[in-house]
């Protein structure tokens, strides 16, 4: 038989710390401590399978384990010589609810249960203090009137003001013992009237709803919030855990108190913590009375203090991590109410994980497995003063898209952001969603505040790539661009009004709130020396501990040389992902860029045009031959224009693209730079349709006749954009498809890759570039971009002067980087090849998952983008999503975001079968991934164990990454 | 060592019939005849595979293959007794191409080759007639020129025009050989002016360069489009077949000829085709002499008419098919030049196919082998006037999207197609493209022609699916909607001209055409009795009998009962998918859609908001909590309003729902119909948004103050819009998700499908609902919706009268149905059940494929989607991929267009996961397909050996379908 409830008390435990699954965290600790000997009050804790049980059947239990657990008060009842409900001498016990992972939302204490209209009275006896007794019995009833009964605190509230008032009474500890019978005896009218039954005189009764509620709360909002956002199962349930009271409360030979082995909050290795003298656990927290330093229970109970220490610093060798603990003196005597390891912030954890291995307490792989990766984040950007934080009103809440601590002056354009700036103003920059046309104003701004979008929208990538903090998504938001006015539930902001941002929780607060930089980040950007930072010290011990460990290689996704020295700098050696087109949008390029595309369709328009009257001519006799012939040649001639304006407008981009290129070659000190073709639609570099249409429009309404010229024009490029207009764009002409309907722009590309590795090779710095086609479906498609690619490379590489630094640099070996020699590079042979290159392709369309051992023919890597494989393969837009995702997420349809964490059981597999495919063909293929899962530790996981060989994220993810992939090897050992 | 030359002659050949692969159609065929014995020329066939290395080698033979052939060549002058090139009695040779499937746009003879300055002496000593060698050399220069050398025709048009001026000679044949001698140095001029070189007088260079400009017309522009089209693929290579030259032309004892065993075009059994006295082969194609009717032989060759008789009636036996023949008679000798399956319309396809049985040469299997299921669509769509068509100017060609002949006006709005037509005009509609709105535009137009979108473009698909002829993606239209002009080329059509489309070829005449009904179609829809139709007894015998033979079952895509009723007609057993969403377009029901849309929004936007406000009650305190109050009040009250208008719209929606679905139960005679729950964005049923961006621009340039009502009205409107505005819709809010975030909506539907069931089932017809959830790409999803459905299920099932009648009605068995009693259908007991139904889902999602087993424990049918699994799974949208899957097509990087024929290797992999997985989970899982896919032949022969239950298509498909899934079944037998 299935044993549910789990006993602990008198030195020896049913259960152990390795139980949490079952006994939770609370419940196995308790069990723990007990087996070691300390001092627990005994008790026992009912299982999360009985909690599941418990949802399962629809909130009831089976009657098998309420029998067990009335068998397991009889044995606690008999252990401690007294009765629950007995007039003399009664047990009370309290109920906790107890879940693997500690959880805010959800129920947690209910004390002095146990106490009725009668043991009240066996309670006065024992302790001789009629008002103890009373108060314990009001606070009971209140407690669990709200928490089990549901009935709203205000009502009890209401009521203890009005006997107050009556008494004249300032604060609860006024009222005396009568005046506190008087509110007992109007608590147990509200809950009559509220409740539309008595308050529960049998303890079991009492006992039993109060273990229902814990279940309950296991499902309540706030703790389905939670878990979601922390990535925890909703079916792992929570436990409930059953102990004797014992009283803080009892004088002042008794007191009670919370605390840390050290410093939860910078990591410093002090004892940490506050107790309340003559009180119960809940006063330390309420914040009715201030708590003293836990330093100072030294002076009042120096023996107690004692072991304290003593037993917390056991505790903390033995869980070999910090202890978040809470205790109780009852009259001299000391009781460990529940120890587990202590949540710290990021900041600490590095401190506490080094220093542990200092002390001797860990060794160097575990220090790297105690810190949550995603934690590091907090160090790597500014932070708003603590103090002031929590004081301030939040607002309004969004998604937490890029962290870090943001204030400015509101602006709603990219334009205005940028004049703001230049006027030396900090500005965050509020839009309804950014489009790629904003980044001038991001790059400016402090921050990036969205009304739309989710985790993985326009401004939450961009946001994340520059380490701009972001909060995205927060429909709170009204916005009026054209009024430069912001409503936030009541309160109205204009332009330049004050506002802050807090990427890493989502808040906004509406006024300016002082920030402090990151430490680590001084350091990478040389503001701060190396020798001047322990903290920094400290991150870059445990980041190379990590690096030992780990299997997986870290690139990250960087488009200008500025990202790309940060990710060095971080610990990214290679770049996976090299937007290309990122670099189109910058103002002196993007006239260039849309000149190149209206002619490039325009030419495209009369190559179609030509052909059709090449095939009328070959049909035609006589004078219809000698009509098509002329318009054959007018199209000629302009088809020829257009053509000239296109390698025009290439040309002019080419020597831009190779700075950009010769610039990540530079910063990347000879580890590969994987550069993509371009990608986006052409149509996103021109201006949107429907602006055109209502310039139009307006133009026309106001007089045509009077705008002529304007019109013309505007029609014209209405035209344009209207031949290059999508109804879906994520699944139209871009990716390698623009490359093969467009070869002029591959080649281009290509060019300004292999000119700018020879460049720079020849000053003597390594380089190897990796040419990657993106949205490859189909093999051929990669085979006619990558001859295009080798036939470029040929060129080049045969026409640079071999010049003896480019000989002498040679290059780097790089283990992750395979078979450098094998097949592919032969298109350029070895004695006249400067740069080393491949060509390789991104696994981003289903198909070319499916098909990968057909791709592995002519890929000389795989790069999945797994943004894309989510989009396609679970038939989501990323840019929509926000309007039924969200809904997914809140009603449990979806676990997680699938933009943020990889869908393991289902993208996965499109992952899956492309590696299994691609080493089928070829056994030592290098594979990599740079989407944006590349930084999420859950998803590194599922890559590390898929067998890739490097993830690529954005700069600031780096060190995530880095620990991410040596807890993915600690865990799940994956041999080269 | 491989065999590149096959010989054929002296009563034996090297090859035989069944090497079509390596010898082509005419090869095996010459082989054959003359291992049959049949008086036919020798000569040698070189083979495909010389030509696959010849293409691969880049335009070169290996020298072994050459020598292989002069061998040959040496055998046949041995054989012949003649030389070629020799000064006495030389001998000639004709060189064709010849592939394993004739094909339109390769080279196709090259006759006389032999002959040079001095054979052509030796020819007129041996005839005797020096006129006929002089024609016949100069004819073979300007044939080789133009064909082998590339020489414009015009250059030696313009000689031969130049000496018959110069003669006064009317016609070529005025010309003596005098003048024949000066039009040879003329041509040789040309040759060596053009060329480069003189004209070849080595015949064996002759034979070469004929030999390689076959081998590379394998490779030109008209043939590759023509696989394409035929889906041929293109490493099969041409043979070229070199056989020694008989003389039709050799005085009134010869003669030549080409015939038929029976008439090609109209099946009738007949003996068909033409000859011509004294004459070469290409005479009698050429169209210079008018060839009399072949009967006409049998007054002047009464021997050798009886011979060809015996001889073809003996070859269709062999071949058991028509035999399209070329003869030459020599000086009362005949010979059988070729012999091959005639090309046939499909009417003649089946009146031959039944014949054949009926006269005891095939099996009715052989006979449903024999038809090409594609040709059945002839049948069913009105053609143009044979006549009239050949004599018609095609002004442009487009897509063939939709078979049959059209002849209307030109309209270019829906709206007018609708006033046209209600004033007696046809009308052909012409837009640049169709939208939903444009449906009852497109339902009383003759036919709809469009200048962009592809063959699964809105107007393909819709066109289909209501059997109206239709031309999409005519590149060459330029069509003003505003101005309502077309120009077409040169010419300019304004709205009312007249203008024709066939639908079966992708032609546009620029004038009015006769068309004629099709029969098959008049006896369908009840215009004419079967017994007068001998063409609809056959059509039905032959369906007849492919339907004993296939395994797979066949479905219609049907929305509306009309469609249903034609789909059973044609032998659909069965709906399998209903777009219920097509009926919403309906003039009567679009506002209450847009109602519904606009309130269902705002419902949301204010649960949203109470939400939140909720939320911040909890937290607020006094004052602040008293205001939040206020306004929660007042949220809720709009958001009462907004459900009540929803709820409302949707009201008015149900009874119209249920009459169109009772309509199709009743159509489908107790077969299973499958109704898919909405699946477009919403969006699609209101305004575009750029249309009121564009009004409310003009109405605002107008002045703001004098229209500020109806600015108002459209902002707000345009609000909502833009609320619902999505980047890709594809990839949306659509399918299953809007059925979860608007469960109502599912709700409505599910109580639609139930009580029109009822009501059916009442009158004792027997109906077999199947729910489909659209979208499906994680199992939760489906599992929400079924629960809806099945909740539905049991209120209306429950509560509906159970008459006699219905219970009587009973239920019909459906093989293909599988375990309809299995699972599932558990929500409502048996005995109180009056209905039986499923629900099941569509697989279009890639997840949903991958996934299949986990969604299989709830789905109790699956129907893959294989548009949107395509769209996914390729990454293409279908509305935009025109410009560039055309580009890939022409370009050789993809063999077929995807969305007309699956694309087997890489999304067909989906389906088949998909399938695996969904049986691994339920064995017996009934399996179907409902994309456009289903009504295409190659791609039922993969469905059917995937192992898919039905296929559902078109209903003027069906027929087609259930010829294609015999046709599979017959090449692959898999069992039940």
Redesign the interface.
């Known amino acids: 038989m299935t044993q549910y409830v789990y006993f602990f008390g008198g030195g020896k435990a049913d259960g152990n710390k390795d139980m949490k699954d079952l006994l939770g965290g609370k419940g196995s600790g308790l069990a723990e401590m007990t087996n070691a000997g300390l001092p627990v009050p005994p008790g026992f804790t009912v299982s999360t399978a009985a909690c599941n049980l418990f949802v399962e059947r629809g909130g009831s239990l089976r009657p098998e384990i309420d029998r067990e657990i009335s068998q397991a008060l009889d044995r606690l009842e008999k252990l401690m010589g007294k009765k629950l409900g007995a007039a003399e001498d009664p047990l009370l016990v309290s109920v906790r609810s107890g879940a693997k992972f500690s959880m805010p939302g959800m129920m947690d204490t209910i004390l002095n249960l146990g106490l009725n209209d009668q043991s009240v009275e066996g309670l006065k006896k024992k302790t001789g203090n009629g008002r103890f007794a009373r108060d314990s019995y009001r606070r009971f009833i209140q407690m669990y009137g709200n928490v089990v009964l549901g009935i709203d605190k205000d009502a009890f509230e209401h009521e203890l003001s009005a006997v107050k008032a009556k008494q004249r009474a300032r604060a609860d500890v006024d009222l005396g013992e009568k005046a506190l019978e008087e509110v007992i005896e109007r608590y147990k009218t509200v809950v009559k009237k509220q409740a539309g039954h008595d308050f529960p005189q049998d303890p079991r009764e009492q006992l039993r709803g109060a273990r229902d509620a814990v279940f309950k709360s296991w499902m309540n909002p706030r703790a389905v919030t939670y878990r979601k956002l922390n990535d925890i199962p909703h079916d792992l349930g929570t436990a409930v855990n059953v102990q004797a009271m014992v009283f803080g409360n009892m004088g002042d030979t008794s007191a009670t108190g919370v605390g840390f082995t050290r410093n939860p909050s910078t990591g410093a290795k002090e004892f940490y913590g506050e107790f309340l003298q003559n009180a119960q656990g809940e006063d330390v927290v309420a914040g009715i009375r201030t708590p003293h330093p836990i330093a100072d229970l030294e002076k009042v109970m120096p023996e107690a203090y004692r072991q304290l220490r003593e037993i917390t610093t056991r505790l903390e060798r033995h869980y070999k991590d910090v202890q978040d603990f809470e205790f109780t003196i009852q009259e001299n005597k000391l009781y460990m109410l529940q120890t587990r390891n202590g949540k710290r912030t990021g900041l600490a954890a590095v401190h506490i994980a080094v220093d542990l291995v200092d002390e001797g307490i860990l060794k160097p792989q575990e220090a790297v497995a105690k810190v949550e990766p995603a934690s590091l984040d907090q160090l790597l950007h500014p932070i708003f003063d603590p103090r002031e934080r929590a004081k301030a009103e939040v607002a309004a809440r969004g998604l937490p898209a890029s962290p870090g601590a943001a204030t400015g002056a509101v602006v709603f354009t990219a334009e205005d952001a940028v004049d703001w700036s230049q006027k030396g103003k900090r500005v965050v920059l509020v839009r309804m969603e950014t489009v790629p046309d904003d980044i001038h104003g991001m790059s400016v701004a402090q921050g990036i505040l969205t009304a739309t979008g989710g985790m993985t929208s326009h401004a939450a990538v961009v946001g994340r790539q520059m380490g701009k903090p972001s909060v995205v998504g927060c429909?709170?938001l009204e916005i009026d661009s054209r009024g430069k006015r912001l409503r936030v539930?009541?309160h109205s902001l204009k332009e330049g009004d004050a506002i802050s941002i807090d990427g890493s929780t989502g808040e906004v607060v509406l006024k300016e709130m002082p920030t402090s930089p990151s430490e680590v980040l001084q350091v990478v950007s040389g503001k701060k020396k190396p020798e001047e930072s322990a903290l920094y010290r400290k991150f870059e011990r445990l980041l190379g501990w990590a690096d030992e460990v780990r299997r997986l290689g870290i690139r990250a996704n960087a488009d200008i040389p500025r990202d790309a020295k940060v990710a060095f700098a971080f610990g990214a050696r290679g770049i996976g992902l090299c937007r290309t087109e990122h670099m189109f949008f910058a103002e002196d390029r993007l006239p260039h860029v849309v000149k190149m595309i209206l002619s490039a369709a325009r030419g495209q328009r009369g190559l179609?045009v030509t052909r059709?009257l090449e095939g009328?001519l070959r049909e035609a006799r006589g004078d219809q031959a000698a009509?098509v012939r002329k318009e054959l040649a007018r199209h000629k001639k302009e088809y020829g224009r257009a053509m000239a304006d296109y390698q025009g407008a290439l040309k002019k981009l080419l020597p831009m693209q190779r700075s950009d290129f010769a610039g990540l070659f530079r910063e990347m000190h000879g580890h590969p730079v994987t550069i993509r073709t371009l990608d986006p639609p052409l149509h996103e570099f021109l201006p949107k349709?429907?602006d055109l249409?209502?310039?139009?429009?307006?133009?026309?309404?106001?007089g045509e006749s009077k705008n002529k010229a304007a019109i013309a024009r505007l029609s014209g490029l209405l035209r344009a954009v209207e031949e290059l207009h999508?109804?879906?764009?994520?699944?139209?002409?871009r990716g390698c498809?623009l490359g093969?309907?467009y070869p002029e722009i591959t080649r281009m590309q290509a060019r300004a890759i292999f000119e700018a590795a020879v460049q720079v090779a020849k000053k003597g710095i390594p380089v190897k570039p990796e040419v990657m086609i993106p949205?490859v479906?189909?093999v051929?498609?990669l085979k006619?971009q990558k001859k295009i690619v080798q036939e470029v490379a040929a060129e080049v590489l045969g026409n640079s002067k071999k010049s003896r630094a480019a000989r002498a640099a040679g290059f780097t070996s790089d283990a992750s980087a395979g078979g450098v020699l094998r097949g592919g590079h032969g298109a350029v042979s070895p004695p006249t090849q400067e740069v080393e290159y491949k060509v390789g392709t991104m696994i981003?369309?289903?198909?070319g998952a499916?098909?990968a051992d057909d791709i592995a023919r002519e890929a000389e890597f795989f790069s999945f983008g797994t943004n894309?494989l989510t989009?396609?393969?679970?038939?989501?837009?990323r840019?929509?999503?926000g309007?039924?995702l969200n809904?997914?997420l809140e009603h449990?349809?979806?676990d997680k975001d699938p933009f943020v964490s990889l869908?393991a059981?289902?993208?996965g597999?499109?992952v899956e079968i492309g590696v299994k495919k691609g080493r089928q063909t070829s056994s030592g293929l290098k594979i990599g991934i740079c989407g944006e899962h590349g930084g999420d530790p859950a998803s590194i996981r599922f890559f590390h164990g898929a067998g890739l060989d490097y993830v690529s994220c954005s700069p600031y993810r780096v060190p995530i990454a880095r620990l991410a992939a040596a807890q993915a090897q600690l865990e799940k050992p994956v041999g080269d």
């Open positions: 429909g709170a539930g009541a179609d059709r009328r009509e349709r429907e249409m209502v310039q139009l429009a307006t133009l026309r309404a106001k999508e109804f879906n764009p994520m699944l139209g002409h498809r093969i309907t949205l479906g189909h051929e498609e006619r981003e369309v289903p198909r499916l098909t894309d989009q396609m393969g679970f038939g989501l837009s840019d929509d999503a309007k039924f809904y997914y449990g349809l979806l869908d059981s289902g993208v597999q499109l």
